[in-house]
């Protein structure tokens, strides 16, 4: 690359700008490193979710073949009456009609290692479970169209249980056409279906992911006790209407009103937005930390920038005395960012869609949504790179000036300019003024989702750029104080080399920032981490409570709580249901909610509550009990600005009903899903459910784990297929999945120290070339090479300590800064852990890789020969 | 016609609470051809002067007039403009940028103002030839002595055919043979170009070769002395030797 540079004709001063680049290659391969950074992680996080929201859109489009609209009830995983077929039936528009219905369970075979798969979405991971697809073959090969592999299809009137299956997952289960697949049923135990058939892997067979079957309306609503239910209708519109989509509108609103608010007629594609919904909170997190990354390296920027200028004053003096304007001068600085923001831009566009690949794979780990290619758009490159472009001049633009305002009498000086006045007096004016409006921007004016991201990245810059400014005006104090420690390492020659951070204070407040900086994102980060984890493991321990948790792939009979009671080693139960439902707040759109139905009576003996807002626990399940209340957690409350008192209406299978809010509790706030919590009583009521989704279960002193779980999975499980997972192996999942989700974001603070790293062997390397005479000086006196490279290992390990020390300050400011972030954008309250690991291994790194990074520097002063030392300029 | 002016100027340094005046009411000018020595003890206000001179810092008080500009009420933008067609500076670290080769050091000025480099070419080759570096013309600056390094500055500094050209000690980093050299080749472009020259010195070898020398004390011009155009004449040195010890420099 560099050699091309050659190649431009020596007659334009950009000449000057890339002789520069290339003498100080190490400083321009570390500014590009931070440009590159920046906007490889802003490409890589949005290539990511558009990758991820394009692959669900297209497996939804897959999935409903041909049909045009879909009919479900508006509470969804609901079935409806056969009849609602012949109000549609009067619509002429309508070609085709194909219901069908869905039976979640799982192969009997499995049901021993069953457990709950969690995505970060709080929902269950896609192919966990077995799904049998209830379908009619006559409306099917109109709008699906499947064929067999193997075998046949089914026909309108099967004898007895015969079904389809997907010929990969035969395959998996090493079974073929004639063979019984036995699965759970809810009520008739283990039931034995017949492969008649099998399908390829793709159009409706995509769905769930291939774990699914297909049988007859009739043998899944048989099955799962379903009467003559169906759960969704799919319809094949005429062509004319199908491609226009202002007519088909207007057809999906007629059919609506017809149909009732019981029903929604939506696009099959929606399908897809409300999965695409579960991630949204996680992608916009990913989103803040992208911006984050691109200022902070932004800041990079501007410390090389700065660096540079530093080193350069004579030169640039001497441009100045020859005749160079200020204009001029700013141009030289500014054409050099130019042109390394477009080179760092292309290259990070590249970085981060190669990063996008890895990133989909974590996505698709955890989500189980299958993401085969990386997709984005021209405007999301377009915008990296102008952002990487715009960041990378805005970083420059203050060492611009600076350089412009570099005075031409510093060329002549017989020693290089003394700025340390300078410093400490542009540290004086601006630096604790910059940190005190960061700080309150950041902690006092409230701010819209809309701008959090870039106010507040930019406040964090700032904040940032503030304490550099600082730096110099404390180093004095903190050398003297720490001067007795770094004796007692490096013994006399310490107290040379750690007092000579004085000396260039420019250098060394540079240096000292970039390890600062490092050091702040690794606690920052780790501080997040930490906080989202404890909010985590404190919700598994008070909400969840109990010591056991006692699940079914299908959902479990009331009676099972008697039957746990009744067992040795058991002291209390409890019992909870999901139903999904809608949530209408007084002031904004509704949204899909999932009403958790807890027993008032024996919730507090196995759980406990965290109450934010409201009476104590005790009244709280009082007034749950009466009926009609419901309490919801802090983000919720937060995001629709909700009280105690206030009413919300929910969408329940007895219509809109509303319910009063009698408490607000600090939930955990990571889930994306909008719950509320209500009574058993009111989930018979309005949503005629009784059957329960777990039984938490609390253990008498002493009783063993291991015992009581074997009791209840070989005992009362093996009628009921009841899993048990101890809340040790759910607290290991919760932590493994935030890990999982948490380690792009580790990727970063490493990189942060590394840089931090570079900076250091730069600065000493600078301060050693600088000082040849005075160290052949030193040597000529009687210094032994030992004692050079202690001394210049003492001066960098000072740095590192202060580093350390305005890292670990500023670190914790950043993770708090990262919570609110949090709070605005995803809603998730979060009560800052401080990470005292993080924070003395941090210090210790940053101690010992200033010492790491000055050994080669060390080495070279050591090497220093005196006699020519002593020649030396 | 004086080629620079410099009348009743000033210049003062606010060091805290106290002031020193580094120049006091210094009056002084420089004809065309004119090649003017500095002399003065350490600190007597040697290279504010030439600062002054030069636009590169302002008087407290008073004026200096440049080729006919007023430089002390310019801008600092015009005042660059001035410096960078009608000064040439010589420094005493020669600052020539590692960068860049010794022919491309001396077209640095032509490049700063936008000129087109390749019309200079042949000037360039031949100022290279004067200061006899025509054979490391593509030589980075680490790659040259420091008297040829020198030489490459003086150079540079009448590439652009100035009005005046200013040298804060040129020869104090060169031994004394490379600066004997340097001082022969300001010399030859005196007589040679009729080129205007200020120098700043504390050799009274280095004086010998101007026709003037200016002595400071204190911030006051307290002589001026002609002398022969004879470079390194014995007489001369004696001359300025004497003068030294009179006013005990
Ligand atoms: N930037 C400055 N701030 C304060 N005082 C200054 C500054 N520059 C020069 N001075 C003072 O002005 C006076 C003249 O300084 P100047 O550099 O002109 O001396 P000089 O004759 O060039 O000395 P030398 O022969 O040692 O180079 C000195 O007393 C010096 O201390
Ligand atoms: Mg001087």
């Known amino acids: 690359m560099f050699r091309l540079l050659n190649l431009i004709p020596f007659n334009s001063p950009l000449v000057l700008v890339f002789r520069n680049m290339r003498a100080r290659w190490g400083r321009t391969a570390l500014t590009l490193l931070g440009i590159i950074v920046g906007v490889a992680a802003m490409v890589a996080v949005q290539a990511t979710n558009q990758s991820t929201l394009a692959a669900i859109s297209s497996f939804f489009d897959e999935a409903s073949g041909k049909s045009d609209l879909l009919v479900e009830t508006a509470v969804s995983n ?9 109000q549609i039936r009067r619509f002429p528009e309508v070609q085709t009609i194909a219901p069908g219905v869905i039976g979640v369970t799982i192969p009997a075979d499995e049901a021993a290692q069953w457990t709950e798969q969690i995505s970060i979405g709080g929902t269950a991971v896609p192919g966990t479970n077995f799904w049998l697809l209830g379908r009619d073959p006559t409306a099917d090969a109109d709008v699906h169209g499947y064929s067999a592999s193997a075998g046949r299809l089914l026909t309108a009137n099967e004898d007895g249980y015969n079904i389809l299956l997907v010929a990969d997952y035969a395959a998996d289960k090493g079974l073929e056409v004639g063979e019984d697949l036995a699965i759970l049923t809810p009520s008739q135990g283990i039931v034995s279906l017949r492969i008649v058939g099998l399908i390829p892997e793709d159009g409706l067979g995509i769905t769930n992911n291939g774990i699914m079957g ?20 799919e319809l094949v519109v005429d062509p004319a209407i199908a491609n226009n989509s202002s007519a088909l509108e207007t057809l999906r609103g007629q059919i609506a009103e017809r149909l009732g608010r019981d029903f929604a007629v939506k696009y099959p594609a929606s399908r897809g937005e409300t999965v695409a919904g579960t991630f949204s909170t996680y992608q916009q997190g990913l989103n803040f930390f992208s911006v984050v990354s691109l200022f902070v390296g932004s800041f990079l920027i501007y410390n090389t920038f700065a660096m540079t200028i530093v080193e350069r004053t004579r030169e640039i003096g001497m441009y100045r005395a020859i005749g160079m304007t200020r204009r001029q001068v700013i141009f030289l600085v500014l054409a050099e960012a130019i ?74 000086r017989v020693q290089g300019s003394s700025d340390e006045g300078r410093w400490r007096q542009t540290g004086l004016r601006f630096g604790p003024l910059t940190v005190l409006a960061s700080l309150l921007i950041m902690y006092r004016v409230p701010l819209d989702s809309d701008v959090i991201f870039y106010v507040g990245s930019n406040a964090i810059f700032a904040m940032l750029l503030g304490a550099t400014l600082c730096i110099p005006l404390i180093t004095g104090p903190l050398e003297r104080l720490i001067r007795p420690f770094i004796l007692l390492i490096f013994g006399n020659e310490g107290r ?80 909870s249901r999901y139903v999904p439902s809608r949530i209408f707040p007084p002031y904004d759109e509704d949204e899909f909610s999932a009403f958790v139905a807890i027993d008032p009576e024996t919730y507090l003996d196995v759980r406990s509550m965290r109450i934010q807002e409201g009476p104590p626990a005790e009244e709280v399940m009082r007034q749950l009990a009466a009926g009609d209340t419901i309490w919801i957690g802090v983000d919720i409350a937060n995001r629709f600005n909700l009280h105690v008192g206030d009413e919300v209406v929910l969408e329940t299978r007895r219509g809109r009903r509303p319910f009063r809010i009698v408490a607000i509790v600090l939930d955990f706030g990571g889930g994306e899903t909008t719950t509320v919590t ?99 000086g030193l040597r000529s006196l009687g210094m032994t090479r030992r004692q050079i490279r202690r001394m210049i290992l003492a001066e960098a390990a000072t740095m590192g300590f202060i580093g350390g020390l305005f890292g670990v300050a500023f670190g914790t400011v950043l993770a708090d800064v990262f919570l609110i972030g949090l709070r ?17 291994v941090s210090f210790g790194i940053s101690f010992v890789l200033a010492i790491g990074a000055a050994l080669y520097p060390a080495w070279r002063a050591g090497q220093v020969n005196i006699i020519e030392a002593i020649k030396h300029e | 016609m004086s080629v620079l002016e410099a009348n009743k100027v000033t210049k003062q340094y606010q060091m805290g609470e106290v002031s020193v005046d580094a120049l006091d009411n210094v009056s002084f000018a420089v004809e065309k051809g004119d090649f003017v020595a500095v002399m003065g003890p350490s600190g007597s206000g040697k290279s504010t002067l030439l600062h002054l001179l030069g636009g590169l810092d302002e008087p407290t008080a008073g004026d200096i007039t440049l080729a006919n500009r007023p430089i002390s009420k310019l801008s600092d933008d015009e005042v660059t403009i001035v410096r960078r067609r009608k000064v040439g500076f010589i420094f005493q670290f020669f600052n020539l940028v590692p960068t860049l080769t010794a022919a491309e050091n001396v077209a640095l000025p032509l490049l700063i103002d936008g000129q087109n480099i390749k019309k200079y070419e042949p000037k360039i080759g031949q100022l290279l030839e004067t200061v006899g570096l025509s054979d490391r013309a593509d030589h980075k600056p680490d790659q040259l002595s420091g008297g040829q390094q020198q030489r490459v500055a003086i150079a540079r500094a009448f590439v652009n055919d100035p009005e005046i050209v200013l040298a804060d ?38 004086a010998s070769y101007a026709n003037q020398v200016v002595f400071l004390k204190d911030g006051h011009v307290i002589q001026n002395l002609t002398i022969g155009q004879r470079s390194g004449d014995e007489e001369d040195i004696r001359a300025i030797m004497r003068v030294m010890r009179e006013l005990e420099l």
């Open chain 1, 496 to 575: 040379l080399g750690s007092s000579n951070i004085q000396r260039s204070q420019g250098r060394t407040t540079l240096t000292v920032a970039a390890l600062m900086v490092g050091i702040s994102m690794v606690i920052g980060i780790q501080g997040m981490t930490l906080s989202f984890e404890t909010d985590m493991m404190e919700w598994v321990n008070t909400a969840l409570g109990g010591d056991l948790f006692v699940q079914s792939p299908l959902n479990m009979r009331p009676d099972v709580e008697a039957r746990l009671l009744a067992l040795e080693g058991i002291t209390a139960v409890t019992r």
């Open chain 2, 169 to 206: 000690e040129p020869t104090g980093n060169l031994d004394s043979k490379s600066g004997t050299a340097v001082l022969e080749l300001l010399r030859q472009f005196c007589d040679e170009k009729e080129q205007t020259i200020v120098m700043v010195t504390h050799d009274p070898r280095a």
């Open chain 1, 339 to 412: 042109s390394l923001g477009v080179i760092g831009s292309l290259i990070g566009a590249g970085a981060g869609l190669l990063m996008a690949r890895s990133l989909t794979q974590t996505v698709s780990g955890f989500s189980g949504q299958a993401i085969d290619q990386v997709t984005t758009t021209p405007q999301t490159l377009l915008q990296a790179l102008s952002a990487g472009i715009l960041v990378t001049i805005l970083a420059a633009a203050m060492p611009a000036l600076q350089a412009a305002r570099i005075s031409p009498i510093q060329a002549l």
């Open chain 1, 78 to 86: 609901e079935t409806f009456p056969p009849d609602t077929i012949n």
């Open chain 1, 214 to 233: 297909i049988a007859t309306i009739a043998t899944v609503q048989k099955l799962f006790d379903m009467g003559d239910g169906l759960g969704s209708l």
């Open chain 1, 678 to 776: 209500g009574s058993w009583g009111d989930l018979r009521r309005y949503f005629g459910v009784t059957d329960v989704s777990v039984y938490a279960v609390r253990l008498a002193e002493g009783a063993s784990l291991e015992e009581v779980t074997a009791v209840i999975e070989n005992d009362l499980g093996r009628s009921q297929s009841l899993t048990v997972e101890s809340k040790a192996e759910f607290e290991q999942k919760v932590r493994q999945l935030s890990a999982q989700a948490f380690s792009l974001f580790d990727v970063l603070g490493l990189i942060g120290l590394t840089v931090g790293g570079l900076g250091v062997i730069n600065t000493m390397l600078m301060n050693v070339l600088e000082r040849m005479r005075e160290l052949g």
């Open chain 1, 824 to 840: 605005a954008i995803g809603g998730y309250v979060l009560t800052l852990q401080t990470p005292y690991a993080a924070m003395a």
